[in-house]
């Protein structure tokens, strides 16, 4: 009785089985039969009807690597208007690939347009992720790493604020569901004048949500506290010792208490505070630098921290 | 998988004479049929078309960060991609080279190329026109350049700084960082 019940409920599985396979199929029949049913009464009412909703129901979230691509592109333009670079190839260089080689092995590898990073003139305390991962860090933030793999900390942070994008998050809701109603009206074809300069007054007003948490507002605690225990993993990953975050919260912390709450201080919780809710998590290494990540460190950030 | 379903179909067979069900060679070539359907639905369900979301996005020999890189895809690009492991599809490119896409460089959103370009499609939907470029994309940034409110040069500069996989893997190897950890 028992065998044949086994039987029976074997054969019974594998046609529940191909029943849900062939459902697939069949789902997605009954919902273009229906949108054309629809289409019948007034196409143009129905798809209007159904792109509204469509559009409302995006958010931040649903902005395509591209879109977000682009985003970055003139965040990064606009901070820049406050922050001017630091014109040092060799720094620069020298950034892009701890940088770089620390970002494949991010949750997110692939952006639209990749990673890069660049070093601001400024010596105030601050780094700045801009979407997509065009990163910028200050020479004051420079200053804070003593060794590759506190300036591995630095940057790992600001990578996870990309791949969990958190400026996006920034961007208010109703630009968002005005843009993707006007993408959504334009349908296939090429944009008019009109819709291209609403467009971008929306995107325009997106790009200032995101620079005013960068530069003025900040990210939220929540979020910070996800970027520094992401920035742990990625470091484990990549194998540097991520006790280095530690020793450079601590450092910063110390730093900032002189700056007078400029910068970083100003958009971050309290760097002793992250250093103190990251002490659980990280593995306690003695921190002996490598000597060959040691002088290649010096050799491309002395100039750029001793210069005044 | 179809090798799989045939074989159970066999030991069901011999299970139904043992129990002397009435069942005839037709019953048994239901099953059969049936089966075969099912591994031919379940295959297909392995594999599926996926569409390439970053501009360059590199297909791996391995699934993993520092694996061998054996083709790039583009843009929009379609590959046939496996299931997914760890963050990674093992995908066919339309060119037939065979490894490995993360993740974040896929969408199962179909990316409809933008008019004017030779990929154009026609007849896209809603969600098709949301990935083809449409939005914030070059027009609006052009648009923005030309209203003279912004300056790209150094957002320019700073996009071609480019490291190769080469370069990181030497960073790495000199710098005495133990290699590839998944």
Redesign the interface.
């Known amino acids: 009785m028992n065998q044949?019940f086994s039987?029976l409920t074997?054969?019974c599985s594998?046609?529940l089985?191909?029943a849900l396979?062939?459902g697939c199929a069949e789902v997605t029949d009954i919902g273009t039969q229906l949108a054309q049913e629809a289409g019948v009464i007034s196409a143009d009412e129905a798809q209007s009807v159904?792109?509204g909703a469509?559009a409302i129901e995006k958010t931040y979230q649903?902005?395509?690597?591209?879109?977000e691509y682009?985003?970055g592109?003139?965040v990064?333009?606009?901070v820049?208007?406050g922050y001017p670079?630091l014109d040092q190839p060799e720094a620069?260089?020298y950034v892009?690939?701890?940088g770089?080689?620390l970002a494949?092995?991010s949750?997110?590898?692939?952006?639209?347009?990749?990673y890069?990073?660049?070093l601001l003139d400024s010596d105030e305390i601050n780094a700045f992720a801009g979407p997509g991962g065009?990163i910028l860090v200050t020479r004051g933030m420079l200053r804070c790493c003593e060794t590759?793999d506190e300036l591995a900390a630095v940057l790992a942070h600001e990578i996870c604020h990309v791949e969990k994008k958190h400026g996006l998050s920034a961007i208010k809701q109703g630009r968002l569901t005005e843009?993707?109603t006007?993408?959504?009206a334009?349908?296939?074809?090429?944009?008019g004048s009109e819709e291209?300069?609403s467009?971008?007054r929306e995107?325009?007003a997106?790009v200032g949500d995101v620079v005013m948490t960068l530069t003025t507002s900040g990210y939220s605690r929540n979020q910070e506290r996800e970027a520094d225990a992401a920035a742990v993993q990625l470091l484990r990953?990549?194998?540097?010792p991520e006790a280095s975050i530690i020793t450079m919260l601590e450092r910063m912390d110390k730093r900032l208490a002189n700056a007078g709450g400029l910068g970083f201080a100003k958009t971050h919780p309290s760097a002793q505070s992250r250093a103190d809710t990251l002490a659980g998590q990280v593995k306690q290494t003695e921190l002996v630098p490598?000597p060959?990540?040691q002088a290649?460190f010096a050799a491309a950030m002395k100039p750029v921290v001793t210069n005044p | 998988m179809i090798g799989t379903v045939l074989f159970d179909v066999r030991i069901w067979k011999v299970e139904l004479r043992k129990r002397n069900f009435d069942c005839t060679e037709i019953d048994i070539m239901r099953i059969k049929v049936l089966a075969v359907l099912l591994a031919v639905s379940a295959s297909a369900a392995v594999t599926a078309s996926m569409s390439v979301q970053v501009r360059n996005a590199k297909v791996r020999a391995t699934p993993s960060q520092l694996g061998r890189v054996v083709a790039t895809a583009e843009y929009g690009d379609i590959v046939q991609a496996g299931t997914l492991q760890r963050g990674w599809y093992p995908v066919t490119t339309a060119d037939g080279e065979q490894g490995w896409l993360h993740e974040s460089a896929l969408s199962k959103k179909p990316i409809a190329m933008r008019s004017g370009t030779s990929d154009a499609a026609t007849g896209v939907s809603d969600d098709e026109v949301a990935l083809a470029g449409k939005g914030f994309n070059e027009q609006v940034e052009a648009k923005l350049k030309a209203d003279g409110t912004l300056d790209y040069t150094w957002v320019d500069r700073m996009a071609a700084f480019e490291v190769s996989e080469e370069q990181i893997k030497t960073f790495r190897t000199e710098g005495n960082l133990p290699g590839g950890a998944q």
């Open positions: 044949r039987f074997m054969a594998g046609l089985l191909a396979f062939f159904k792109r469509k649903d902005l395509t690597p591209e879109q682009y985003i592109r003139a990064v333009a606009q820049l208007q670079p620069n260089a892009n690939l701890l770089q080689s494949v092995f949750e997110r590898p692939e952006t639209f347009g990749g890069h990073f660049l065009l590759e843009a993707f006007i993408i959504a334009e349908s296939a074809k090429q944009m291209l300069a467009l971008t995107f325009e997106s990953r990549a194998g540097y490598a060959a990540r290649r």
